[in-house]
């Protein structure tokens, strides 16, 4: 079954300081992971730590859907490997034996990560917008309203709506009925970010 995860880190409210402490990066980064840094050295190490987070948070959710009990441990997925291409990080992340391909983009505003077992992400949809409240209430329905107004184009006329699973990851409910489209969304300080399988992709459930 194919799956989708995404995360944010918006690097404005991170303590860069703490990061940087052992004791801190420690409980997200096992050592071989911190010796990685230094093939990407060209990042601060606090955004390096937080790119791992996010990368790692991406995976979990992706897993999720497989693995309705896991709970997130950072130093259960090990990322293995990081390249910079173009402007993203291409990354091969394992959870137990099973690989997960990641892609992240890192700007001076913020971390962004796609992740997926599917090692495609070109018919994946995804957006980040930036909203003007940081309440968690308003991150919820700004995130929830910009995914529902970008499915709306595949479904035209139909009922969209949000829902969770026991689980608790999103589903999209289409006319009442749960739809099997991987969707995954994401959300910190003012920025919100969204991401799904392509309806019209040959990749999606819904073409499978």
Not at 35 to 61: C, D, G, H, T
Not at 103 to 112: A, G, L, T
Not at 138 to 158: C, E, H, I, M
Request: proline share 6%; glycine share 2%.
């Amino acid at each position: 079954m194919i799956s989708v995860g995404n995360d944010i880190i918006a690097l404005d409210i991170i303590d860069a300081g703490r990061t940087i402490q052992p004791v801190f990066y420690s409980r997200i980064l096992d050592p071989a992971e911190t010796r990685m840094y230094a093939e990407l050295s060209s990042l601060p190490f606090e955004q390096y730590v937080w790119l791992l987070w996010s990368i790692k948070e991406s995976v979990y959710k992706c897993i999720k859907r497989q693995h309705a009990q896991l709970r997130f441990s950072p130093r259960k997925i090990i990322v293995k490997h990081i390249d910079l291409s173009s402007d993203t990080y291409q990354s091969l992340v394992y959870f137990n034996s099973i690989p997960f391909y990641a892609e992240s983009r890192v700007n001076d505003k913020f971390i962004s990560t796609l992740a997926t077992n599917d090692a495609r992400f070109d018919k994946i949809c995804w957006d980040v917008q930036q909203i003007g409240q940081t309440d968690p209430e308003s991150q919820s329905q700004q995130v929830r309203s910009a995914l529902l107004d970008r499915l709306q184009s595949f479904f035209p006329g139909d009922s969209l709506q949000i829902g969770k699973a026991e689980a608790g990851y999103p589903v999209l409910i289409r006319n009442s009925s749960v739809v099997d489209l991987p969707i995954s969304f994401s959300h910190h300080h003012d920025l919100v970010f969204y991401s799904f399988i392509s309806p019209s992709s040959p990749s999606s459930p819904l073409q499978s």
